[in-house]
């Protein structure tokens, strides 16, 4: 289904953003994972996604820089050949109520995973654009629309993730390429590992269908966004949480 195409995963060595590189790779695209600091989970991952019998590299690259998302996504045009899809995965928590919360733990968040998002965006667009075809995904949350409280940072960024995929379709459809967005909700991963047991076990009675998502559920949505199948779909976003916000 998606032989011959080159996705591009921010975050793609753990997490969701792991299971979407290997869903993609099952489905045939060749992956280039970014990834922050953690080598052995990149190589982990890197090796997993080369056993599918697909291209696969990771590249060291902290997203909110945007002069380093711009080498990187040199590296990987004259590596790979192209971008066909872009998962903007890459995010972090730095949960504080806002009285304790500082200006550094608002900015980090915030420029990681919204300013990371718009780097990205803005150095395959031309690229993108020249191929006429293309499918931008953003990972965004439900906490960007539902507010959450000791998330000021977080849910301002993912928020703002969703205005600006609303923007890219927008300004790139006439080029034949899309731009949507995911919006989970709780989902175990290492995020949500940390989060104490009593949280946890409220937010799973919050849940309509009570049990947090799987990465692979949303590595699912990520693969329907990503190929043929969604060829309609632009500037939508969809939530994957359970019903959590219904
Ligand atoms: P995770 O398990 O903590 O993995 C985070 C990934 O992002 C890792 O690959 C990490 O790289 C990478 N990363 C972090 N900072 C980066 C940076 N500055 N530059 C490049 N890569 C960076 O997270 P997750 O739970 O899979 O979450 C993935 C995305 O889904 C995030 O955007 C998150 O906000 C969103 N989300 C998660 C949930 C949830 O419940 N888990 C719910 C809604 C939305 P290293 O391995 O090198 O650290």
């Known amino acids: ?78 590596d790979f050949g192209g971008v066909d899809i872009l998962v903007n995965n890459a995010g972090i928590t730095k949960d504080k109520l806002i009285l304790q919360m500082s200006e550094e733990d608002f900015e980090k968040v915030i420029n990681i995973n919204l300013k990371g998002a718009f780097n990205m965006i803005r150095h395959v667009f031309s690229p993108m654009m020249k191929k006429r075809s293309g499918s931008i995904i953003n990972v965004s949350s439900v906490s960007g629309m539902m507010g959450n409280p000791g998330q000021a940072n977080y849910s301002s960024a993912k928020a703002g993730l969703i205005g600006l995929t609303k923007t890219v379709a927008k300004e790139i459809a006439s080029r034949g390429v899309r731009c949507n967005a995911v919006a989970p909700g709780f989902i175990e991963t290492d995020m949500t590992d940390v989060l104490p047991e009593k949280v946890r076990e409220n937010a799973e009675a919050a849940i309509p269908l009570k049990r947090m998502g799987k990465p692979e559920e949303v590595a699912e949505l990520i693969l329907f966004l990503a190929g043929d199948r969604s060829k309609y779909i632009t500037g939508e976003i969809i939530k994957i949480d359970g019903g959590l916000y219904i």
Do not use: H, P, W
Request: hydrophobic share 40%; glycine share 12%.
């Open 1 to 78: 289904m998606l032989k011959g195409k080159t996705a591009v995963i921010t975050g793609g060595s753990r997490g969701i953003g792991k299971a979407a590189a290997l869903k993609l790779a099952e489905n045939g695209a060749d992956i280039a994972l970014i990834y922050a600091g953690n080598d052995e989970a990149a190589s982990d991952t890197e090796r997993e996604i080369k056993s599918l019998g697909v291209k696969a590299k990771s590249y060291k690259c902290d997203v909110s820089d945007f002069d380093k998302t711009g080498e990187t996504v040199k590296q990987i045009l004259a």
